[in-house]
């Protein structure tokens, strides 16, 4: 797995188990900027569905890791923005599909599904997990910061309008951030507004990891458990990820080759490590801090690192 350009993992997800991701669009090109984004501000902010990469290269990738077989549960399209934008899904999609029996799923801000084209992509998939932050068009502005044609109502829309056809799984997150969207009227808004959709599961999360303003704050777990009952949802706040795999064989570059593409905190790497039987998780930890090409942030006492 040394030198994937488009493929990662496999890595643990909370909701779908061992995942090997596969990112068809260019670093942070998102048609949001969401304010709790652990990838920073968007710096390629779009609206425009193009055809960033090959999807031949995408596919040599993928055949080359099925050859080594590596064990994972799900292929997750994913993407370090949105994977919606990349012109080549559908595609890509059906060509995954004849290559391996294994579930696709894709993970999404659901922005775009008001397209017709990008609704016709997902429906070959077996889940599709959309972010639903916001309950209305001010906090649609403040939280998500869309590109400036996405609208409040055309993104219900579409969401509405795919979950009305779509045969897999729908998984919807909400994102909820202290003072933003956790009140009880929003709470309230969510009820109203999930009442309009077909979906089968409903996570509520939080920013556990550093965001991309520092104003942000997570919503305690009491808060967490209360909006997830309320709303007939699963709370995913603060779970430790176990189970990163890496195929390379020296230990602190096995770390480096999963932050690359997924920011890791402090308890993940030490049970990775752990996992791997390295003697050396101390000496491990502190190179990793002093490294110019790592990133430590120090976020509520979790220290997440990611490659610059
Ligand atoms: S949609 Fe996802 S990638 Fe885009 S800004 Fe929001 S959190 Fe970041």
Redesign the pocket.
């Known amino acids: 797995m040394n030198d994937m350009r488009y493929i990662y993992g496999p890595v643990p997800s909370r909701r779908l188990g061992i995942s090997l991701g596969i990112s068809p669009i260019p670093k942070?090109t998102?048609?949001?900027?969401?304010i709790?984004?652990?990838?920073g501000r968007?710096d390629k902010m779009s609206n425009n569905r193009e055809m960033f990469f090959p999807v031949g290269d995408i596919l040599s990738e993928f055949d080359a890791v099925v050859t080594q077989k590596i064990a994972f549960d799900v292929i997750t399209i994913v993407?370090?923005?949105?994977p919606t934008l990349y012109l080549g899904l559908g595609k890509l999609i059906g060509e995954l599909q004849q290559r391996c029996d294994k579930p696709i799923a894709v993970i999404t801000?659901g922005?775009l599904l008001y397209d017709k084209q990008v609704r016709e992509d997902l429906q070959k998939t077996d889940i599709v997990l959309p972010?639903l932050d916001a309950c209305s068009k001010d906090l649609f502005r403040k939280i998500?910061?869309p590109y400036k044609t996405l609208t409040y109502e055309k993104v219900l829309w579409g969401l509405q309008e795919f979950s009305k056809d779509y045969r897999g799984q729908l998984w919807i997150e909400i994102m909820l951030v202290e003072g933003y969207n956790d009140d009880e009227r929003s709470l309230k808004e969510y009820l109203k507004m999930l009442s309009t959709i077909h979906y089968d599961k409903l996570y509520v999360n939080t920013p556990v990891r550093p965001p991309?303003e520092s104003r942000v704050k997570a919503v305690d777990h009491e808060k967490m458990a209360y909006a997830a009952q309320y709303l007939g949802g699963i709370s995913i706040d603060l779970l430790v990820s176990q189970g990163f795999h890496s195929e390379i064989k020296n230990d602190y570059d096995a770390v480096l080759s999963i932050i690359k593409r997924h920011p890791m905190n402090q308890f993940e790497i030490e049970g990775f490590l752990n996992s791997r039987k390295c003697k050396h998780i101390d000496e491990t930890m502190t190179e990793l801090s002093k490294d110019p090409r790592t990133q430590s942030i120090d976020y509520k006492g979790f220290v997440t690192y990611r490659l610059r």
Request: net charge neutral.
């Open positions: 942070k998102c048609n949001y900027s969401c709790y984004c652990q990838l968007t993407g370090e923005g949105e801000n922005a972010t998500n910061r991309a």
